[in-house]
């Protein structure tokens, strides 16, 4: 808490990397508290995980899946966390909202780079919930990401040999329906569509071809269905699926080129929560990610919430 107005949060990671051990601020910010500022509306500031996606907003551990689905792996690298300023307004069952990035994070800039070179980023979102029952929710949320790469800050890809300068917009459509049909007991379905436009150029510092002119789009989507059983139990299966863009001839054969390919995942977990600290998932995946290339994945997740909070949340 900061007075009675505001409140803030910061989290940070310890992770490894070539090598050496690393913390990674993961979020800084401050927010207005409901009431606190003016009614209905709120301003969030500093770095974090904003209103780009239904699953954006909130760290991963707290996903019903062990890794993100197909698309937020592609287009945001996972989730996009960068600097800025977001304003949202309340209205009924709804929330509209606006945002303004530094632009130094994936798909725009590359925070391993030139730090303070961002390449700006502006959101704007919609999102609404209806009741349609007691015991079921319907939400529809809309959300758009746009801005410019440029040097020196300029994206580096997936990858990591691909460099795109221009502009980026990625549109998402988002869907989740969940019915609390008994005492501890949920059915919920979820599913977003992912669609982004990029006009610029493509460099492979694997090729010598040079910046190569592009103007096309991609795009994919997920479907998830998750039963809780009860308050220990859930099971899920899900899907996503990526329809690539076309390869400039220049960049045929570079890491750019799809060969024809649209990569698709299928996902089945099922997970055993011991109590509001403590959960316990076991995940199998099935992707073909590239021509002829299958992917079979097993991951044990065991996730511990150290204090007295349980599951977190990061939205209003």
Same mark, same amino acid.
């Given at each position: 808490?900061?007075?009675?107005?505001?409140?803030?949060?910061?989290?940070?990671?310890?992770?490894?990397?070539?090598?050496?051990?690393?913390?990674?601020?993961?979020e800084? &910010?401050?927010?207005?508290?409901?009431?606190? /500022?003016?009614?209905? $509306?709120?301003?969030?500031?500093?770095r974090?995980?904003?209103?780009?996606?239904? =699953?954006?907003?909130?760290?991963?551990?707290?996903?019903?899946?062990a890794?993100?689905?197909?698309? &937020?792996?592609?287009?945001?690298?996972?989730?996009?966390?960068?600097?800025g300023?977001? %304003?949202?307004?309340?209205?009924?069952?709804?929330?509209?909202?606006?945002?303004?990035?530094?632009?130094? #994070?994936?798909?725009?800039?590359?925070?391993?780079?030139?730090?303070?070179?961002?390449?700006?980023a502006?959101?704007?979102?919609?999102?609404?919930?209806?009741?349609?029952?007691?015991?079921? @929710?319907?939400?529809?949320?809309?959300?758009? =990401?746009?801005?410019?790469?440029?040097? *020196?800050?300029?994206?580096?890809?997936?990858?990591? $040999?691909?460099?795109?300068?221009?502009?980026?917009? =990625?549109?998402? %459509?988002? /869907?989740? &329906?969940?019915?609390?049909?008994?005492?501890?007991?949920?059915?919920? !379905?979820?599913?977003?569509?992912? &669609?982004?436009?990029?006009?610029? $150029?493509?460099?492979?510092? @694997?090729?010598?071809?040079?910046?190569? $002119?592009?103007?096309?789009?991609?795009?994919?989507?997920?479907?998830?269905?998750?039963?809780?059983?009860?308050e220990?139990?859930?099971i899920?299966?899900?899907?996503g699926?990526?329809?690539?863009?076309?390869?400039?001839?220049?960049?045929?054969?570079?890491?750019?080129?799809?060969?024809?390919?649209?990569?698709?995942?299928?996902?089945?977990?099922?997970?055993?929560?011991?109590?509001?600290?403590?959960?316990?998932?076991?995940? !199998?995946?099935? @992707?073909?990610?590239? *021509?002829?290339?299958?992917?079979?994945?097993?991951?044990?997740?065991? %996730?511990?919430?150290?204090?007295?909070?349980?599951?977190?949340?990061? #939205?209003?």
């Amino acid at each position: 808490d900061i007075g009675e107005n505001f409140s803030g949060s910061l989290t940070a990671a310890l992770v490894r990397e070539d090598g050496a051990d690393k913390i990674e601020l993961e979020e800084a &910010y401050v927010e207005s508290l409901e009431g606190g /500022f003016l009614d209905n $509306t709120f301003f969030k500031f500093g770095r974090a995980f904003w209103n780009v996606g239904a =699953l954006n907003t909130q760290h991963a551990h707290a996903d019903d899946f062990a890794d993100r689905p197909l698309p &937020y792996r592609v287009f945001l690298n996972k989730a996009y966390n960068d600097d800025g300023l977001e %304003v949202s307004y309340l209205l009924a069952s709804s929330e509209i909202g606006i945002g303004y990035f530094r632009g130094e #994070d994936f798909p725009f800039g590359n925070t391993a780079g030139s730090e303070g070179d961002g390449s700006n980023a502006w959101s704007a979102f919609y999102k609404s919930t209806i009741n349609l029952s007691n015991s079921e @929710e319907l939400s529809f949320n809309l959300y758009h =990401l746009a801005g410019i790469s440029k040097s *020196p800050n300029a994206r580096v890809s997936n990858e990591d $040999t691909v460099t795109f300068s221009g502009d980026s917009d =990625l549109s998402i %459509v988002s /869907f989740d &329906y969940q019915n609390s049909y008994g005492s501890g007991s949920k059915f919920k !379905i979820s599913a977003e569509y992912f &669609y982004r436009n990029q006009v610029g $150029t493509f460099a492979d510092s @694997e090729a010598s071809t040079g910046a190569i $002119t592009f103007d096309d789009s991609d795009s994919g989507y997920y479907l998830a269905l998750v039963n809780k059983f009860n308050e220990h139990l859930s099971i899920g299966a899900r899907y996503g699926k990526l329809m690539a863009a076309d390869t400039p001839s220049a960049l045929v054969g570079s890491m750019l080129d799809s060969g024809g390919n649209d990569p698709d995942s299928y996902s089945i977990m099922a997970d055993w929560n011991f109590d509001s600290s403590a959960i316990m998932r076991l995940q !199998i995946n099935h @992707e073909e990610p590239q *021509p002829n290339v299958v992917d079979n994945q097993i991951i044990f997740q065991y %996730v511990m919430y150290l204090g007295s909070g349980g599951h977190d949340s990061h #939205d209003h």
